[in-house]
């Protein structure tokens, strides 16, 4: 079964607004990662944050994590419209270090 | 550059005709994986070689069979393609296991006819 679900399913926004997706997860994990993904194409790692953390930051990118209520955040701010594009989160668990990812969020942001 | 690259990007097939897909890499990870990716939906983990041990997922189907004959190359092998099979097959490697981060190749898409 999916470990990871984001909310929303999808997300319009306009350049320079700050871009906010939610996840959450069943089990225990050892950190959660974000990757990104243009249209057809791999994914990218955007950051990993360990699970005795709560918040991380790169860049535009800032990500919370609470392992309480099996929850994370991952917020973009001041969006581009480069930033379009499908946003997943992973859940890493387990001595293998497997991720399971969730559906993930579509984002466009609009000129 | 290091990088993860797949070959080919685009595959076609007919139903029942066996069909592999190539990964190398040039990072020199210990770990390998692969993932189908079906249209809207989450990347699922087939399995993944630690080295030249192999992990499958309990519910990766027969159909599918991988081989890694050395640290560079990984092969996924379907023997025996169906319909539900079409996807975006994605290959991603990492140094080690927990709390590692993945890279991914840029992903083959497989058509089956």
């Known amino acids: 079964s999916q470990q990871g679900e984001e909310d929303p399913q999808a997300l319009s926004i306009q350049e320079g607004e700050n871009a906010t997706m939610n996840c959450s997860y069943k089990?225990?994990?050892?950190?959660l990662q974000w990757y990104r993904q243009n249209s057809g194409r791999g994914l990218v790692h955007l950051i990993l944050i360990r699970s005795n953390e709560r918040e991380k930051h790169s860049g535009r990118l800032r990500v919370t994590l609470d392992t309480s209520k099996k929850s994370s955040s991952l917020l973009i701010t001041a969006s581009r419209a480069a930033d379009t594009a499908s946003y997943f989160c992973a859940a890493g668990g387990g001595s293998q270090g497997n991720l399971i990812f969730g559906k993930g969020t579509k984002l466009s942001v609009k000129p | 550059d290091a990088m993860v690259i797949q070959n080919p990007r685009y595959q076609v097939t007919q139903f029942g005709k066996p069909v592999t897909l190539s990964c190398s890499q040039t990072l020199n990870h210990n770990v390998m994986y692969w993932y189908q990716q079906k249209s809207s939906q989450a990347p699922k983990l087939l399995f993944h070689?630690?080295?030249?041990?192999?992990?499958n997922e309990a519910d990766t189907p027969d159909n599918f069979q991988s081989r890694r004959p050395n640290t560079s190359f990984c092969f996924l092998d379907i023997r025996s393609p169906g319909l539900g099979d079409a996807a975006m097959y994605l290959c991603?490697?990492?140094?080690?296991?927990?709390?590692?981060?993945?890279?991914f190749g840029p992903g083959t898409r497989l058509t089956v006819t």
């Open positions: 070689y630690y080295d030249k041990d192999f992990n």
């Open positions: 991603a490697t990492s140094p080690g296991t927990a709390n590692y981060e993945q890279y």
């Open positions: 089990t225990s994990i050892n950190n």
